[in-house]
């Protein structure tokens, strides 16, 4: 492997690709498919089916240190298999409950198998195997979640109406163990040392890195859990996280029944694989503006499409605007996905990565907790989703705030 033309941590970037769109898409882009068809047969408001999604996201606001901590030190794959195990299981257990309180207890081992599978241990591959182009491979592989979107949005509406919603679960799942059990059992290598390699490009900052090597010492003493305690901008750089967790899911959960609410299934659906697709191209975009023009760049410019996103939402009832809305909200919801870890390494170095990124994710988990469940209680409570878009856009504008002034107070280490 290391003579081959093709660098290993490129095959590692297609399995996490592929991965994603399987294992991502189940437990936030499509999860609320499901909405109908459950409140229906159960008898319950759509909130309360949005507590299930709220338990399965939350469980990583608190296992997400945990689990980032053990998948950097502990056997890799061994977790990564016995997570995708009790994530595939736990959804066909959905399509056998038999009241939504059976939905609750299955949710929390759903979201362990959630957060254990996708967008931490991708992030680690990722700042493992690449030095140089790590904004290209992370937003390639997290353009994963953008094709499952698409995929799934399709194939899972005719499924729910033709077979119906337990069956759908259980083939779900299955396809969950058939498709990623073997990628990472066997292409997934957590580093790229255990095939005698090096990350990409590590040889061309060899320079670079041994001049850093002062600045690195620096930000250690400030990382997570150091005796120096939290520095300010670690707190704004978890007020982000936070919030960007929250205009993700409030999105991601709340638009799929609105869509369909205001303009039927066959077109809700085709709104929906729209920003789906349309993500796949903006985790790229937002990826390359990152590379290119840094973090404060990519922060202001995702933030942007999101405040747009929302405000235009306000006037989905038409159409076209709906699809422009999908447009926008494709391109800059990528900062739910891409940008978490990619402004944790612009902030920590790479020994304190996992352990910092941990605490990231856990406060996107926070957020994506709780955002469809607010978008949905504000409508219930109003008996309208307008509330809930402006509330989501003002929380839009504050992500990009609270991560510049974050990115800029670290930087006063160097």
Request: a positive charge; hydrophobic letters at 50%.
């Amino acid at each position: 492997m290391k003579n081959s033309k093709v660098f290993y941590g490129w095959w590692i970037v297609l399995g996490a690709a592929i991965v994603l769109a399987v294992m991502g898409p189940a437990s936030v882009a499509v999860a609320n498919l499901f909405q109908l068809p459950v409140t229906e047969e159960f008898g319950i408001s759509n909130s309360q089916f949005a507590i299930s999604n709220s338990l399965v996201l939350g469980v990583g606001i608190f296992l997400s240190p945990f689990i980032s901590k053990k998948l950097a030190t502990g056997n890799f794959r061994l977790i990564y298999s016995i997570a995708v195990i009790v994530y595939a299981l736990a959804y066909m257990g959905f399509g056998l409950a038999q009241n939504i309180y059976v939905f609750y207890l299955l949710s929390l081992l759903v979201g362990f198998g959630y957060t254990t599978t996708t967008i931490i241990p991708v992030s680690m591959l990722m700042n493992n195997w690449f030095v140089k182009k790590r904004g290209l491979a992370l937003s390639l592989a997290l353009s994963g979640l953008g094709i499952g979107g698409v995929v799934f949005s399709q194939i899972l509406t005719p499924l729910i109406n033709n077979v119906g919603w337990r069956q759908t679960y259980i083939i779900y799942g299955v396809i969950m163990l058939v498709v990623t059990l073997p990628i990472v059992l066997f292409i997934f290598k957590p580093r790229p040392e255990l095939m005698n390699l090096k990350a990409y490009g590590t040889e061309k900052l060899n320079i670079s890195n041994k001049g850093d090597k002062e600045k690195n010492q620096a930000q250690r003493k400030q990382a997570i859990g150091a005796k120096t305690g939290i520095t300010p901008f670690f707190i704004l750089l978890m007020v982000g996280a936070v919030l960007v967790g929250l205009v993700n899911n409030g999105g991601l959960g709340q638009f799929p029944p609105v869509l369909n609410s205001l303009h039927g299934a066959t077109q809700g659906a085709f709104i929906i694989s729209i920003y789906s697709a349309v993500g796949i191209l903006g985790k790229l975009i937002l990826g390359n503006i990152n590379d290119r023009y840094g973090t404060v760049a990519s922060t202001i410019y995702a933030s942007i499409l999101l405040v747009l996103t929302y405000l235009v939402m306000i006037f989905a009832g038409n159409f076209v605007l709906a699809i422009v809305m999908a447009i926008l909200f494709g391109l800059g919801n990528a900062i739910g996905t891409v940008s978490p870890p990619l402004i944790t390494s612009a902030i920590y170095s790479a020994d304190d990565f996992p352990k910092a990124y941990g605490y990231v994710q856990s406060g996107v988990q926070l957020g994506m907790t709780v955002g469809s469940l607010v978008a949905a209680s504000i409508a219930d409570l109003t008996g309208t989703y307008t509330v809930s878009w402006v509330v989501l856009a003002i929380a839009s504008a504050l992500v990009g705030v609270s991560w510049i002034f974050a990115y800029q107070n670290s930087q006063k280490l160097k």
